[in-house]
């Protein structure tokens, strides 16, 4: 048997939503005897996935974008390490 979980009470001013999810009845039963803020928790655990998902997707699309970028020709770095040593 499952058994809903509300993850926040909130006010029509708290610019909250609700979002609840289904866990068995041993994992309710033993959630019941922590003393844990568990919205918070929850809270917490969702803002990190959140931002670890949108880094890899960040890091997706520069992958992408590198691959259509050409690789410079041999000795391009020494070229402009030793242009800007000389005009100095």
Do not use: C, H, Q
Not at 31 to 43: C, F, T, Y
Not at 69 to 83: D, F, L, M, N, Q
Request: aromatic letters at 8%; zero cysteines; charged letters at 40%.
């Amino acid at each position: 048997m499952y058994y809903n979980i509300g993850i926040t009470k909130l006010s029509m001013m708290s610019g909250m939503d609700v979002i609840s999810f289904r866990i068995p009845k041993e994992l309710k039963k033993s959630i019941k005897e922590l003393d844990i803020n568990w919205s918070e928790e929850v809270r917490r655990f969702i803002e990190d996935k959140v931002r670890e998902y949108k880094r890899e997707k960040a890091l997706e699309e520069i992958d992408s974008m590198l691959k259509n970028v050409r690789s410079p020709e041999k000795g391009t770095a020494s070229k402009y390490v030793r242009e800007n040593r000389d005009s100095n």
